[in-house]
């Protein structure tokens, strides 16, 4: 167990040390900043709805995702596939699980720090107004759990190709549909030929519904696990596919 | 002690390695000899635990290398084709990587670290982004992070590929240096470095095992070993009057020089030194022949072909 631990450590900090030895970091915190404060002044309204909370903030969060995560998930292993240094990786003492959960910690954990660079936008609410800070840092919390769930979806596709622009493509479509899962124009398409209970079960595995109750301030424990099981679902496939695609 | 029992790999349709079993004990340098494409990086990616064999098993110091997988690639050192690296990192922060990796922490991690630029004479692209370095150096910190925790057993898939004459020379002397207690296994098809690192060598040809054996053993297959060669001002009556000797076997001249083969009666160069003197011949140059490795290697993999034709 501790040397699962150790082991994973040593990887997410090397992934992390990737990260900022490129442009890569760079450039995905400039921009995610610069776009979460463009939607939330200009297509949020922020100041004329005259309402002290980050509500219009957290609400363009998934369509950002939808874009950036899949860009920071896309080289996760088609790029060490492309380069040959998955070979080098998994001929350390390392596991493939241990390498999988690894670099999904680098990139969340990576996610999670733009999303704290945002803090700006929580001083300027406070400044204005009184917001209700339990439900600020529960829109955070759900933000950074739909960003893993994503990056999970990424993280397996990329396994799939060494081409990153292929895990890109795959990985915003994919995502595209479990952001849209809830919604009556994918719900239509199944409802047909599909018994009620299945159509419910897939209006379920939209990010937005459980998104939506989190960053409304609503820490339902079912949200929560349902985060997390998308998430383990998704690295257990991309494990799977880490051990399939090596030899190829 | 490394111990192959029918190791087989297939990609789809195409075996890559068919039923290759063989032993190797501490103290031996192994060179995996073979034509490109012959199964040689292959047969390494499974005894590093990289990729599982199809059929067959394989075992490092009696781990094996699929069911205790983590165990045996502890004990190994693996420099994978084409030297891949983390190009964004520098050279210290990614042997520090590979330190962390092999369970080295703090202090140890640094002087693991410290050791291996050492070694490998890395000290002055230490600081410096491994992409930007050269052919050489790259190879260089491929080596470094496989000799990093001075593993009992190194795999090196062709150490020397795209270094400089000097430089091959140095990782051959590090080799050799390092191989007294350690089982080092590499694969090349420089054939001069089978001769010049290797205590064993096997030749594979289409995933299959066609010799192992010392390189010694192997020179003395080939049909140049103790076979006289002489240039003098008449070849073409020179190689008429050595193919009447009962030593000689066949003579062929070619590049100024005429070549006996022995035909395994006697001692050939004595009797070519013998006929020499009593002919009065201007003999310039005259020498023993050692046997030609590439005259081996390109008679066994053609015989075995030859095979797979009939």
Known sequence: MNQTLANISVVVRRELASYFATPVAFVFIVIFLIMSGAFTFYLGGFYEREIADLQPFFQFHPWLYLFLVPAVGMRLWAEERKSGTVELLLTLPVTAGEAVVAKFLAAWLFVGLALVLTFPIWITVNVLGDPDNGVVIAGYLGSWLMAGGFLAISACLSALTRNQVVAFILSVVVCFGFLLSGLPMVLDAFRAWLPQTLVDAIANLSFLGHFNSISRGVVDFRDLVYFGLVIAFWLTANRILVEIKKAQ | ?310
């Not at chain 2, 991690?109 to 004479?121: C, K, P, Y």
Request: some cysteine; aromatic content about 6%.
């Open chain 2, 1 to 310: 002690m490394i111990e192959a029992k029918k190791l087989t790999r297939c990609y789809g349709d195409f075996t890559a390695v068919d039923r290759l079993s063989f032993r190797v004990d501490s103290g031996t340098v192994l060179g995996f000899l073979g034509p490109n494409g012959a199964g040689k990086s292959t047969t390494m990616k499974m005894l590093t635990g990289f990729l599982p064999p199809t059929s067959g098993s394989a075992s490092i110091h009696g781990h094996d290398i699929v069911e205790d997988s983590v165990a045996a690639r502890r004990l190994i050192g693996y420099l994978p084709e084409g030297a891949p690296l983390y190009g964004e990192l520098s050279v210290a922060r990614f042997l520090e990587f590979v330190a962390g990796a092999r369970g080295y922490r703090g202090a140890e991690s640094g002087r693991r670290v410290d050791a291996a630029i050492e070694r490998l004479q890395l000290d002055e692209v230490r600081n410096q982004t491994i992409e930007t370095l050269s052919k050489g150096f790259k190879r260089r910190v491929g080596l470094a992070q496989a000799i990093l925790s001075d593993p009992p057993v190194l795999v090196l898939d062709e150490p020397t590929d795209g270094l400089d004459p000097n430089q091959k020379q140095q990782v051959r002397r590090l080799i050799r240096d390092m191989s007294a207690d350690k089982i080092i296994i590499i694969s090349t098809h420089i054939l001069e470095e089978v001769d010049a690192l290797c205590t064993r060598a096997m030749i594979i040809a289409r995933g299959r095992l066609l010799a192992d054996d010392s390189p010694a053993s192997l020179l003395a297959r080939s049909r140049y070993a103790r076979a006289v060669s002489l240039s003098c001002d008449d070849l073409p009556a020179a190689a008429s009057a050595l193919s009447e000797l009962p030593e000689a076997s066949d003579v062929e001249i070619r590049r100024g020089l005429v070549t006996a083969f022995p035909s395994g009666q006697g001692d050939l160069f004595d009797a070519v030194s013998r006929l020499t003197r009593d002919r009065g011949w201007q003999v310039s140059r005259m020498q023993l022949e050692a046997g030609r490795l590439d005259d081996v290697f390109r008679n066994i993999t053609r015989e075995s072909s030859a095979e797979e034709v009939a």
